[in-house]
């Protein structure tokens, strides 16, 4: 038994599970959807984990982690949110990681994708040419090493650009010289304020078309675009809109089940944070699709949507502390410590929540161990057992 505190302060006992659950097995990649998850970083924790950088990570830890997702058959999605990019995880140690995991990548032969952004630029962040120049920059990097680049939404063009125009004039620019397709990111300002009307305007409308504009101009160039907005009937509209052979990938940590599996009109591909923690199970579940098994692929995902949404709360941007707990649990790092200062970004409650939300899925290959990671934490915080 073991007591964990809910949000009012008082504490009640939890029984976890004892059995070891049955891992879904390891397998290739799902034929019939490409799915990538966003991995995490782990930060050394001997190191610098204030939140006043630059980040110190325990590289070892890091790419384990990878190899893990891999062997399940998931793709990898580096350098992105999750991996705390923009909080926490600095330009230079961002391209280091870029660096590492193609390397990876290229000896086991695994999928990956990385993330181009343009946060070596500070405030005052210039032009849009500078914006430019910056993603030219990165996306060079990206290329460089063999990976598919995720052109990510960018603070600095959200604070320069005065409408549609300036999204367009860059974004048509970088389409113009990759020298593969790439993926075109939608980040909504719940995972990060400073994207607030992003595309030129704060009606979604309106952003959308030029978001579509941006993709019709040069179809040839983009793999897909990946869509962090949490709004399904939003998501499914946009994906019929794309030109043949685009890709959606969707980002919605709140409705991935209904949005991988598809309707009549077709299906969503996946770039999602939450498979971080559910990678086994979400990259058998998604196997099963390949085989026509619809049925079976919501049995095993739709019970993990609680979790995700609990994860993704609001401040939804501080989702990736719930990441790293449960990889902590799940004995894939020796400690609870992130870049930046995270660890500290949710409270107790929370992550006693999410606990026993990912024990009650069987998220943990070792129970006891979990058990005992999570009574020590709540410890330190003045709980005993």
């Not at 599970?17 to 397998?27: F, L, N, Q, S, W």
């Not at 210039?126 to 993603?135: I, K, L, N, Q, S």
């Not at 990206?142 to 990510?152: D, R, S």
């Not at 990441?323 to 400690?335: I, R, T, Y």
Request: aromatic letters at 6%; hydrophobic letters at 45%.
């Amino acid at each position: 038994m073991i007591r964990l505190p809910d949000a009012a302060g008082a504490l009640r006992a939890y029984v976890p599970r004892t059995v070891p659950p049955a891992v879904p097995p390891k397998g290739p990649p799902p034929a019939s959807r490409t799915v990538l998850a966003a991995a995490h970083v782990v930060a050394d924790p001997f190191g610098n984990t204030t939140g006043h950088g630059p980040a110190d990570l325990d590289w070892d830890a890091t790419l384990a982690f990878r190899r893990h997702l891999w062997a399940h058959g998931l793709g990898v999605a580096e350098a992105m949110d999750t991996a705390q990019r923009g909080m926490g995880l600095d330009a230079p140690a961002a391209a280091e990681l870029v660096r590492r995991s193609a390397a990876e990548a290229k000896a086991v032969g695994g999928h990956l994708v990385c993330g181009a952004g343009t946060d070596q630029l500070t405030p005052p962040y210039g032009t849009p040419a500078d914006v430019a120049a910056a993603y030219e920059q990165q996306l060079a990097h990206v290329e460089g090493h063999g990976a598919t680049a995720v052109v990510m939404a960018s603070r600095a063009l959200a604070a320069v650009a005065t409408g549609a125009d300036h999204y367009k004039e860059v974004y048509g620019r970088l389409l113009r010289q990759t020298a593969r397709p790439v993926i075109l990111h939608w980040l909504g300002p719940m995972f990060d304020p400073a994207l607030e009307g992003y595309w030129g305007s704060t009606d979604l409308d309106t952003a959308t078309d030029t978001f579509l504009d941006i993709v019709a101009d040069r179809p040839d160039k983009v793999d897909g675009v990946k869509v962090s907005l949490l709004d399904a009937d939003r998501e499914r509209a946009l994906r019929r809109r794309l030109p043949p052979g685009v890709r959606c990938y969707t980002g919605d940590d709140f409705h991935y089940p209904e949005l991988i599996e598809g309707d009549a009109h077709g299906h969503s591909d996946a770039l999602l944070g939450v498979f971080d923690p559910l990678a086994p199970l979400a990259a058998h579940a998604t196997r099963l699709l390949d085989s026509g098994d619809r049925q079976g692929f919501r049995a095993l995902l739709d019970p993990t949507v609680a979790l995700s949404r609990h994860l993704f709360e609001p401040p939804t941007r501080f989702y990736k502390t719930g990441v790293v707990l449960l990889a902590w649990l799940a004995g894939h790092q020796d400690a609870f410590a992130m870049a930046g200062g995270l660890h500290s970004a949710r409270s107790l409650p929370h992550l006693a929540r999410a606990y026993e939300l990912a024990d009650d899925l069987g998220l943990f290959p070792d129970p006891g161990r979990a058990e005992d990671r999570m009574a020590r934490l709540l410890a330190v915080h003045g709980v005993e057992r």
